[in-house]
Every structure is written in C-alpha cells, then in structure tokens.
C-alpha cells in the first residue's frame, strides 16, 4: 500500500535527505497522509516554481508501507475527518523510514522523495513511544488523535476535528469533557480567544463533575485556560488560573506529574512578562526537573522549558548563556517535529533576537524570515506572532538605518494587530514606540514624543511601575526632551529609567549602561564633565566585560571618554567651552 504526504520544506532539508539515502529517519509523531496523490499534490503546491524559493520547496512524499511489519501502525481516519475527500490516514508516531530516493519532478516542479516503512531500528523511537502511550491519559484513541494534530501543529484541522466529533454526540462525559477541551486548545491558536475560554471552563467543570472527579485533566484545563490569558497578556488572571492548577497537584499528590510541568512551564513564562525573572527562572527550573524525571531525552516539552530558560538569560543580559539554551531547544524541536512546526519558528525567533542584541543584524534577519515564513505558513496571515516577526525584522532594518523600510514593517504589525487585539495589547504598546524610535532619528520630536506616551500608557495600564518597558519608554521620552533642549525634564526621565532598570535587570545590564550613558550626557550638557566622565566610565568598564572591544558600543563610549576628557583639559585651562 502507498501513502502520500505533500508539504512544503527548504532546500537544506531536501539535501539532508539527498545526503542520507538509504539511512533510516523516524517520524517521532503522528504523520497526516493520504492515499490519494492528488491530494498530496496540492497540499504540496506542485506546478508551483520553486526557482529562487530555496526555504518553500515543494515535496511529495512516497510511503510504500508492508502491513507485516508490526512496528508501523496507522489507521483510516477518513470518516472521522470533516474532509473525507482528503482521504487522510495517520501513521504511528514511531514510524520508522528508510529513504530510497530524492529527485525533482521538473514537469509538477516538485520534489519527489520514497521512503519504505523499516523495522530497522525501532528501538530507537521504542523509549519515545512506550512514554507517549503511557501519558497520554486518554483511553478513547479518537480523542488522541485530535490532540495529536494539536501538538503537531495542525491546530485548523485538530479544531475542524473535534468540532465533527461534537456534532455526532455522545453519552460519555468525559469524552464530551476531552471534546470542549481540544476545541479550545485549537481555538487558543486560532485567535478565537473569548471561545476558547469559554470551552475549556465547560471542559474544566465536566472534569470537577465526573464521578470520580478528573483532577488531572481540570488541572490541564485551567492551565490551558492561563495560557489564553497569557496570549492575550493579561497576566493577572493567568496566574490566578495556573496557580490553582497547581493547588489541584499539590492537594492529589501528583506535583511530579508531567502536566504540572506544564503548568510551571506556562507560569514561568508569565513571570517573564511581568519583569519577575527570578521566580520565572524558578518555576523553569522545577519544571525542567519533574521533566527530567519523565521524559525521554528527546522530547518537546522539555525542549519548550529550555526555551523558557534562555528568555530569563536573554532578558538577565547573558547572552552567550541565552544562546547555550535556546540552541538545545532547537536541536531538540528539529529532532522531533516537522521543520514548519511553530515551535521551531519560536526557536528561530529567539535566535534572532540574540544575534540582534550582539549587533550581527544580517544573521538576526536570516533567522527573522525563517521564522515568519513557518508563522506565516501555520498561522495564517493574521497572528500575533507574525506582528511580533514584522515588529522584529523592523528593528534590523531601523538598527542598519533603512527607516523606510522599517517603518514598512512597522505598518503591516500595526494594522495587523489593529484588527485581532484590544487596542491597549503589549504587542500593540511595542509597536507604536518602535514608531516612536524611527520619528526619533527623522527629528519629528513631536510625532516621536506621542507615540512613545501612547506605548508608555498601555504599559503603565498593564504592568507593575517598576516594569523594564515602562522603563524604556520613559527612557526614549527622556531622549526627547533632551533633543528638545528640555534638560531637567529628560533628567527626571532617565533617573526614573535607571532606577527601575538598576533594580530589575542590575547594573550590569546594557539597558541600564545605556540609561547610565544619557545620565552622563546630561550632566555633560551641564557642563559638569567630571560627573559626566564617571557615568561614562562606568559604562565603559561593563561595556568591556560584555561586548568585544571593537563592537559599536564600545567604540561609541570610548569616544565621549575622549570628548569629555578633552573638556575638562580646556575648562581647567581657564577656557570657556561654547
């Protein structure tokens, strides 16, 4: 029997393939095929051109599969599907393949790859799929599967899926229980936020119901209902949410369960937001240790958790440490999960925003479009997470003095957020003060100056006033003034900026050597150069420990050194200083 998969990949990962015919590769998830070619043609794109188009290379791919190898299971899952037309089939998650050829069809303009179902070597995914079976807490296989495309990523079809599986009906509340609760999973990544919420709570009450109640699987709904609020930022309620879903593991006795993993995992990430890294830190770090304990090696949660410790890093300053984790994450989510997987689009994200911060502007926007074409190709063209890779590749461009282009970024993330968030969301505060950066350099201090109040308001709404981008915007407010002429009125601003940020990341931190620096260039326009020269000193001596001697920052510090020290010589000469 021959299977069919279409999808879309880059040319690295074709000639990984290329390079390794006749090796084994396993699926390590449940793999969505069909039995109809066609099909798979067309959720490949063939007779598409993928001249110039390196990353979004059309592939066909060809299972001859043998029903007496006892490792490889699948099942037909066409009538359960809203789309039996696809003719879909769902292979084992420890399928195991061996590649028999790659060539390029130059008449369907796609890639066709063979590959023949193995027994070789299923030891291999053995480890991965006894644990997988074992906690999956799921009796009814049907609910499985629907959880399974959730988890690799087919969110539409996981939602069009249990949507189907409601509208037949059933008698069993648990099952109807898991239903509610993979629809409003789905519905988290769809941004049908309000709905989503609204199914996981009739989820969560159906659990607290049953007879006995379902503990662990209420838990996993009040986690899943944090998450929402995490993605909507409204963290307040997500904490309240994920804290009692750990109240609920700690009264059963089970706070060594992987799903109170996943809680910490989630809270973590909230404390992250709220500028508390270390109890962020705290809750990856126990995370990762109940992990440990039960997964294997290899696994995507505790890839996710390795993430969450390479955002505290990234946010503490320590980049290179950030790098160690967040390339762990990747390794591991490339292992195990498609190459288009959203996951791995976090990842690459991540990465750029480390390159970003080290000043390499060309390798930060490499892994910026990686990462938006994987979002873009999962989410749709209107998510969250596309504006954040927009807001990002902006700041590259605006870091390389392209404004224009920038701004063009800046745009397509405004409007996009403009139509799928509250108009007072993070994202949307992000946004409008990278608009004020740019007016900024253009001298429209005006214009610069509303936009960083607009941002500094939604901020001061939804954080705690201590919080690091409250910080930022009063420190670009500072910077207005100061371009204003306005001297005393930017220092009121960089003093309260360098509070926070001393008190929140340390000194340190290149947020707070920068707020140092503007201190130090006021008190230079004071005309007070001795004090300016210990602020820039200061700034100095850590700017060394973190950045190499040659790095922008570095150089630029250097200079008002000299600048400043070249005042103080004349002004002690008696010579007045226009």
């Known amino acids: 029997m021959k299977l069919f998969r279409g999808f879309k990949t880059s040319y690295d990962e074709i000639q ?142 996981s939602q069009k899926y249990f949507e189907n599986l409601l509208k037949t009906g059933s008698d069993d509340s648990l099952k109807l229980a898991d239903i509610y609760h993979g629809i409003g999973r789905a519905q988290r990544t769809t941004n049908e936020s309000q709905l989503a919420i609204h199914h996981l709570t009739l989820a969560y009450n159906m659990y607290l119901n049953l007879t006995p109640p379902n503990a662990i699987s209420a838990a996993k709904a009040l986690t899943s209902v944090g998450r929402v609020y995490f993605d909507m930022a409204q963290c307040d309620p997500a ?54 304990k039960i997964l294997p090696s290899d696994h995507s949660d505790t890839a996710g958790i390795l993430n969450g410790k390479a955002i505290v890093y990234y946010r503490k300053g320590e980049y290179e440490r950030s790098m160690e984790y967040q390339r762990k994450s990747l390794d591991i989510h490339e292992r195990i999960l498609p190459a288009d997987h959203l996951l791995i689009a976090n990842d690459l994200n991540n990465l ?56 063009n970024y800046y745009e397509r993330a405004l409007k996009m957020l403009q139509s799928i968030v509250p108009p007072d969301h993070i994202d949307i505060a992000y946004t409008l003060k990278n608009f004020g950066e740019i007016f900024l350099k253009k001298f429209d201090y005006i214009q610069a100056l509303e936009y960083f109040e607009k941002a500094y308001d939604i901020y001061k709404q939804t954080f705690k006033k201590d919080h690091r981008d409250i910080a930022k915007c009063l420190n670009f407010i500072g910077k207005v003034h100061f371009k204003k002429d306005e001297y005393d009125r930017a220092f009121e601003c960089y003093t309260t900026a360098f509070q926070i940020w001393k008190n929140t990341s340390g000194i340190s931190h290149h947020d707070t050597t920068g707020s140092l620096k503007n201190l130090g260039r006021y008190y230079f326009k004071k005309r007070n150069y001795a004090k300016a020269l210990e602020y820039f000193q200061e700034v100095l001596e850590i700017s060394e420990k973190t950045f190499s001697l040659n790095h922008q920052a570095v150089v630029k510090i250097r200079n008002d050194i000299n600048i400043t020290k070249h005042c103080i010589e004349i002004s002690n000469q008696g010579q007045v200083i226009s």
């Open 239 to 292: 904490i309240e949410y994920l804290t009692n879903a750990l109240n609920i593991f700690e009264k059963h006795m089970i706070v060594d369960h992987i799903a109170a993993a996943d809680s910490l995992h989630v809270l973590g990430n909230v404390y992250f937001i709220t500028d508390e890294l270390d109890k962020a830190l705290e809750c990856f770090e126990t995370a990762l240790k109940i992990s440990e």
């Open 352 to 407: 750029a925003k480390l390159y970003y911060k080290k000043g390499e502007h060309d390798s930060s926007l490499e892994y910026n479009n990686k990462s938006l074409k994987i979002r873009e190709k999962i989410s749709g063209r209107d998510h969250r997470y596309i504006a954040r890779s927009l807001n990002h590749i902006g700041k590259n461009y605006y870091r390389l003095h392209e404004y224009d282009r920038a701004v």
């Open 16 to 157: 990984k393939l290329k390079d390794n015919i006749g090796c084994l590769i396993s699926a390590n998830g449940f793999l969505s095929c069909t039995k109809n070619k066609a099909i798979a043609e067309i959720f490949a794109g063939s007779n598409g051109c993928n001249v110039g188009s390196e990353d979004n290379q059309s592939v066909v791919l060809e299972i001859e599969t043998d029903i007496n190898i006892q490792s490889f299971v699948m099942a037909d899952i066409a009538n359960f599907s809203q789309f039996p037309e696809e003719e879909e089939i769902l292979a084992d998650l420890g399928a195991v393949f061996q590649i028999d050829s790659v060539s390029h069809d130059d008449v369907a303009k796609h890639w066709n790859i063979k590959v023949r179902a193995s027994d070789k070597g299923a030891e291999i995914t053995k480890e991965y799929i006894e644990f997988n079976r074992k906690t999956m807490d799921k009796s009814d296989v049907v609910i499985m599967f629907g959880d399974l495309l959730n988890d690799m990523g087919d969110y539409t079809k």
